[in-house]
């Protein structure tokens, strides 16, 4: 109920459909009330201004990033028991229809995480990620799985969880396939925009987490002054952004985060 909740509020409130909403009743509204339709008109083109064409998006995705963004690019030190890349990066569909493994803008995620487990031979390497879709017919793990061993990553290191349909579930499946024990550390690897709810999220779970963000969207501050080239650009960079703060104040007030805007210095 939750996912299917969280899909469905999404899809209504994320700027872009409100924008698109706004000037749909504006123009519905501009013979029998002129002045709602203004009012409507208004906040329409206001997103498409502020969200499409000047940096708003870049703004609100800026303080995501950089929350974990002193973790990059080193590989971390010490015992490590495994490196967890969360889906997202696999274009599910074109996978399924051409074959292979097709990926998104968030083929980073995979590359790094491949990087990783070159550098840590001794690390397990476990994918966990389904279909997040609401109309989705699950994932296509075996492409990864597969990927990954055409690597030449060793088949027993692997593990694959490819049930989890968000990032809740990503963390309580993988503990049930992994047992992780007090004392072992586990990289996580996901999209920097979107480590403050993973981390939440596997350390509610019990793990003790090592942040290694990735797919990083800007380049810094000073991107909170630069336009977008497209409009469309906008909107999605905003969308993006208002998914990760919605997500992580709904994921920390249902307690399946350890903390509204997890931290570096926040305790596993």
């Known amino acids: 109920m939750f996912f299917v909740a969280s899909k469905v509020i999404f899809f209504c409130v994320q700027p872009s459909s409100i924008a698109f909403l706004s000037l749909l009743l504006g123009g519905l509204f501009m013979r029998r009330s002129p002045r709602w339709a203004r009012r409507f008109l208004g906040v329409g083109f206001g997103i498409i201004l502020l969200f499409g064409f000047l940096p708003g998006g870049n703004i609100l995705v800026l303080p995501l990033e950089e929350r974990f963004a002193t973790h990059v690019p080193s590989v971390p030190q010490g015992t490590v028991s495994g490196i967890i890349l969360l889906g997202g990066f696999e274009d599910i569909s074109i996978t399924r229809a051409r074959g292979g493994l097709a990926l998104n803008e968030a083929a980073e995620r995979l590359t790094e995480a491949l990087r990783l487990a070159r550098e840590l031979p001794d690390a397990r390497v476990i994918f966990t990620g389904g279909s997040g879709s609401l109309f989705g017919h699950g994932g296509v793990a075996d492409a990864v799985r597969d990927f990954f061993i055409d690597a030449g990553i060793a088949p027993n290191r692997i593990l694959i969880e ?36 993973s981390v939440g999220v596997f350390r509610e779970a019990g793990y003790d987490v090592i942040p290694f ?16 080239d497209s409009i469309a650009a906008g909107l999605q960079r905003t969308d993006l952004a208002v998914k990760e703060w919605m997500g992580l104040l709904a994921y920390w007030v249902t307690g399946r985060s350890s903390a509204l805007f997890p931290s570096a210095s926040e305790k596993s």
């Open 162 to 197: 490819s049930d989890a349909r968000n990032t809740y579930e990503n963390a309580v499946l993988t503990k049930r396939l992994l047992h992780p024990e007090p004392g072992t550390r586990w990289i996580l690897v996901t999209s920097a925009y979107h480590m403050p709810r």
């Open 213 to 228: 963000p990735v797919d990083f969207r800007t380049r810094g501050s000073q991107d909170a002054w630069r336009p977008f």
